[in-house]
């Protein structure tokens, strides 16, 4: 609801109300109440993931005086300070002031309106009641005044000897059935006015209960000058509101080798900002206005020295942080932010100076976000009502050719895991969300998609393959002395079944230790094992310095049981011969080495983070 007003005459708004204010001039001015007139709607929505910017459409009249426009039912969930008006250029806005107040719902006032109606009808039979006990105890008095003017010429005529005992007789039954008739009378009158008492309570108590339920509405005052007039837009932000991104990913299998990929991307939207939103132009967004668009600055590492530990830490202990003197003009989130990321990134680097030499690889805190903001249009108007359930849109529909493959890990599984590799040629950026799996519309499992790149690859898992199974075999382990060390040689058997009737193409992973660079050890793998390993470039330049081996191989069909496929590899490894191997700080570098592997340091935009479908 708007409502317009032309003449320049003063607003008075109550102390009770808060008041927020916009003001895009210095100019003070002057109008009436404002008068209803135009018209309205919720034109477009951005939605991002938990707030929204709502963008309302009014259609300002032509007038060269200056008019003030009133826009009424802000939702409950409108976001202080966040409301914008802007015009076609001719017209000039003075100022835009949102004032937040308590109000009922319309069934709530509805409610206060009946009950106030039957709190005036229970105050007037209560009223009544307590007037005619008032009388009844009159009649009562009276009646007891009577009995004793009747006593007392009663004993006059006694005295007399002319008393006339029926008359006597008659006026005290008379006497008697009066009092009873009034005493009968007044108890009624009684019960009904503590009846009416309680009801008047009860009532007032479900006003004041309703009179809690009051909830806070705002309204916008806007004031303009339009000579041509023409639309006005004004936005606001709202909570109670955001989207997720979901996926649904059917794979379609061409041949053993090759497949179709449809990637189904939906939103589903939380809608529960207290309006609906008709016929809107929908925009989802991944960007968080809230955050700061300036990006994080490096500072300098300076370092020193100390005699030992101890003294160091004497040192460091005594020397009290300094507060932060930040100009007022500077942003005190970002100065925190910047130098909090340095002095961790700090930290690290003295690490890797006072640790022993070792690979180390590791990537920035900000490494698991989305890979950008993006934005996504929705081609028709759509309607998005105000409820508690989640409501889905689709957004797009894309179709990517890959390579279907088989990826065979004995040391983890038992069977081979069917995963998809991928290109993003649909020329925008994926954003990370959960996804459904299909493969020949077959349901495999749920996975989640990582942040993808435009021309990233990525990989999905498309869950077991239980025709193919495999098992690992140390074949033999001979140790031997050279010299002063000891030299111990292992030999595996990979073993892989195919109980397919056609040719399966496998990727066979296993793994050699990887010897730390401080340690006198060295890990050697054969030279005809060497030969056979993959040659793709992003397994040679990420995964085989790390020791994880990958064959490329096609497995026969029907090959199980005695006529199983065996594929045997060697490695030796050279120590001290007083010295034994151990696995110090194992979990916390394989920790490390997944994070890096899948949060984007792998070159795959989340490495295996895509394996969905059970497969890891």
């Not at 937040?100 to 009544?128: F, G, H, M, W």
């Not at 000058?225 to 299998?253: C, E, H, M």
């Not at 932060?324 to 003009?329: F, G, M």
């Not at 000891?486 to 079944?497: D, E, I, N, P, T």
Request: hydrophobic fraction near 35%.
């Amino acid at each position: 609801m708007i409502s317009f007003k032309n003449d320049a005459l003063a607003i008075t708004i109550t102390a009770a109300t808060l008041l927020h204010s916009i003001a895009l001039t210095g100019c003070q001015t002057n109008a009436a109440e404002p008068i209803a007139a135009g018209t309205e709607t919720i034109d477009s929505v951005t939605l991002y993931r938990d707030q929204a910017t709502v963008m309302r459409q009014i259609d300002v009249p032509a007038s060269t005086q200056l008019q003030q426009i009133r826009v009424t039912d802000l939702p409950e969930s409108y976001v202080d300070g966040t409301a914008f008006s802007q015009c076609e250029s001719g017209s000039v806005i003075r100022s835009t002031r949102v004032m937040t107040v308590d109000s009922l719902s319309p069934e709530n006032e509805q409610k206060v309106k009946t009950l106030a109606d039957q709190y005036a009808s229970l105050v007037r039979d209560l009223n009544n009641a307590q007037q005619s006990s008032t009388v009844i105890e009159q009649d009562l008095i009276t009646l007891e005044k009577l009995v004793d003017f009747s006593a007392s010429k009663t004993l006059e005529n006694l005295d007399r000897a002319t008393l006339d005992v029926r008359s006597v007789t008659a006026l005290t039954d008379f006497t008697m059935q009066r009092r009873r008739q009034l005493a009968r009378e007044l108890h009624e009158q009684q019960i009904a006015i503590e009846d009416l008492t309680k009801a008047i309570q009860v009532n007032r108590a479900s006003i004041e209960s309703i009179h809690n339920t009051r909830g806070k509405t705002s309204e916008a005052l806007i004031e303009v000058i339009s000579a041509d007039g023409g639309p006005l837009r004004f936005s606001y932000q709202v909570s109670d509101a955001g989207w997720s991104p979901s996926y649904t990913v059917r794979g379609k299998r061409i041949d053993q080798k090759t497949a179709e990929f449809a990637i189904e991307f939906k939103s589903v939207i939380v809608q529960n900002s207290g309006e609906d939103w008709n016929d809107v132009k929908l925009t989802l967004s991944t960007a968080q206005p809230d955050l700061h668009s300036a990006g994080p600055g490096l500072t300098p590492l300076r370092i020193g020295i100390a005699e030992s530990s101890a003294s160091s830490s004497s040192r460091s202990s005594s020397m009290a942080p300094k507060e932060l003197e930040i100009p007022s003009w500077q942003d005190q989130m970002v100065w925190h932010r910047d130098i909090t990321r340095n002095a961790e990134s700090g930290m690290k680097q003295i690490a890797e100076l006072e640790a022993p030499a070792e690979i180390k690889r590791d990537i920035a805190i900000d490494a698991g976000s989305d890979i950008s903001d993006e934005s996504y249009k929705i081609t028709d108007r759509i309607k998005i009502p105000s409820r508690l359930e989640h409501q889905t849109v689709a957004v797009t529909r894309d179709t990517l050719p890959g390579d279907l493959n088989y990826v065979v890990t004995p040391l983890l599984s038992s069977f081979a895991f069917r995963e998809a590799d991928l290109k993003n040629t649909i020329g925008r950026n994926m954003i990370a969300g959960d996804a459904d799996i299909y493969l020949d519309e077959n349901f495999i499992g749920k996975t989640t998609l990582p942040p993808t790149a435009a021309g990233q690859r990525f990989r999905i898992g498309f869950g077991a393959d239980r025709q193919v199974r495999t098992r690992r075999e140390l074949m033999s382990r001979d140790s031997s002395v050279h010299g002063g060390n000891q030299r111990v040689a292992m030999k595996y058997r990979l073993v892989v079944s195919n109980y397919h009737d056609t040719v399966i193409p496998i990727r066979l992973l296993d793994r050699i230790p990887l010897a730390m660079q401080n340690e006198s050890v060295s890990v050697t793998l054969a030279t005809d094992t060497a030969n056979q390993l993959s040659t793709d470039p992003l397994y040679l330049r990420m995964q085989r310095p790390t020791g994880i081996l990958r064959w490329d191989l096609e497995i026969p069909a029907e090959r199980f049981g005695s006529d199983a496929f065996d594929f045997e590899y060697q490695f030796t490894i050279e120590l001290d011969r007083e010295k034994r191997i151990v696995g110090d700080r194992m979990f916390e570098q394989m920790r490390s080495d997944y994070r890096f592997e899948n949060t984007g340091g792998g070159g795959f935009g989340g490495g295996m983070g895509g394996m969905g479908g059970g497969s890891f």
